[in-house]
Structure formats: structure tokens, C-alpha cells
């Protein structure tokens, strides 16, 4: 079945320093790969999305590329700022009837000034 | 435009009461989801409604747990004599298919005493 593995956390960086959070999935066909972003006290959103291979998601200054030799999407920022201090997950979604989201376990970022 | 939105936003019950927890989805979105954020399990996909098809419930962990969508808008998960290992986030999303999008409602958090 599908499913998608994130690293351990949670992560602690010092504002600007470089982010890097990794993600592997393992699905059968092509799937669509998605991180979601939860700030505090608030509901998820869709931060970026890739729908095939060698394909960059990229939305506020982060990005992640679907690589399927490797079935990973790591998500990067170059300078994180305080305001990204979230949960971050990783997402597959498969083609088929039933498009559920099959999510990783999420990873915590807290940014200090 | 409005979001997805639930109802309510914190539920506080005793062990063996029913629960109703209501979604409405983004106008116009066919595609309906809960899902389920707990602390041990992280977020795991419960039921799926698509327009008038029949829903995917592979994901409800119990007969306890049950879902309906009245008119192709408003649903409503049901969660009867709950249990405390129902305590967690009830999340809801709507998609247009084929999209890949889900947007999600802010939960509803269930407490089960």
C-alpha cells in the first residue's frame, strides 16, 4: 500500500538558516505529492504540489522536486524566518477513484529570532 | 470566498455517548474527506463522498463510526458510544476532482472523558 515516511523531529533553526526536511514515499503507479503546512492554532493548507517526476513545487520562498528515481520530495527553504515555525506534512495522493491523501507523520519546525 | 468550515470546534463528551460532527464544504466542491489527527497516529483518511457515488468508507476504524452526505453539501460524521481513543482532531476537506487540492476545515476536537 501507499505510504510516506518523514524524518524524525522536531527541527529547531536560528532565523535564515537553510531548511531542509525530508520525505520518502512508496506507492504503486504515479502519484501526486503534496506538503501541507499547519501554523498554530490553524487548519491545514497546501503549501506546494507536484503532480509528476522532475516536477519543482514551489510557494513562499520553499520548494521540494519529485524525484522518483529516488521516491523522495524533501521540502527546502533557503533563509526560514520565525513565521514558518509550523508542522509541515508530507503527502501522497494516488490516481484512482478514491483520491485520499495518504499523509506522513508531520514534523515540527520551531524558528528562533 | 468561504472555506471549508466544521462544527463544533471542540466537543466535549463522556465514554459510550454518540457524537455529530458537521462539515461544510467549499461550494461547489463534489469531492468531500475526514480524516482523523490523533497524537500516536498521526493523519489518517476515514471516508470519502464523491457526488452521488457510493462513499469509500475503508477508512472508518469501526462500526461505531459512521458518515453521511445529505444533497451532495453538508456532512455529518457520526461516532456512536464513543470510546477515549476517539479523542483526537476530526478534520474535514473538499476538493474539485482531478484537481489534487483538498482544502481543509479547521477540525473539530473531540474529547472523549
Known amino acids: 500500500g501507499n505510504s510516506v515516511t518523514q524524518m524524525e523531529g522536531p527541527v529547531t533553526l536560528s532565523e535564515e538558516a537553510f531548511l531542509t526536511i525530508n520525505c520518502t514515499y512508496t506507492?504503486?503507479?504515479?502519484?501526486?505529492l503534496f506538503w501541507y503546512v499547519q501554523y498554530p492554532g490553524e487548519g491545514l493548507q497546501l503549501l506546494l504540489k507536484a503532480t509528476k517526476a522532475d516536477d519543482k513545487g514551489s510557494n513562499k520562498g520553499f520548494e521540494a522536486t519529485y524525484r522518483k528515481e529516488t521516491t523522495s520530495f524533501h521540502l527546502e527553504k533557503g533563509s526560514v524566518q520565525v513565521s514558518d515555525s509550523a508542522v509541515y506534512f508530507c503527502a501522497l495522493r494516488n490516481t484512482g477513484a478514491n483520491s485520499k491523501l495518504t499523509f506522513g507523520k508531520g514534523i515540527t519546525l520551531s524558528v528562533r529570532p | 470566498g468561504a472555506g471549508v468550515s466544521q462544527s463544533p470546534s471542540n466537543k466535549v463528551t463522556e465514554k459510550g455517548k454518540d457524537v455529530e460532527l458537521r462539515c461544510d464544504p467549499i461550494?461547489?466542491?463534489?469531492?468531500l474527506y475526514w480524516y482523523r489527527q490523533s497524537l500516536g497516529q498521526g493523519l489518517e483518511f476515514l471516508i470519502y463522498?464523491?457526488?452521488?457515488?457510493?462513499?469509500?468508507k475503508s477508512g472508518l476504524p469501526s462500526d461505531r463510526f459512521s458518515a453521511e452526505r445529505t444533497g451532495g453539501s453538508v456532512s455529518t460524521l457520526t461516532i456512536q458510544r464513543t470510546q477515549q481513543e476517539d479523542s483526537a482532531v476530526y478534520l474535514c476537506?473538499?476538493?474539485?476532482?482531478?484537481?489534487?487540492?483538498?482544502?481543509f476545515g479547521p477540525g473539530t476536537r473531540l474529547t472523549v472523558t
Open positions: 476537506a473538499s476538493s474539485v476532482p482531478g484537481t489534487g487540492e483538498q482544502y
Open positions: 463522498f464523491q457526488g452521488n457515488s457510493a462513499p469509500d
Open positions: 461550494s461547489g466542491h463534489t469531492a
Open positions: 506507492a504503486t503507479g504515479y502519484p501526486s
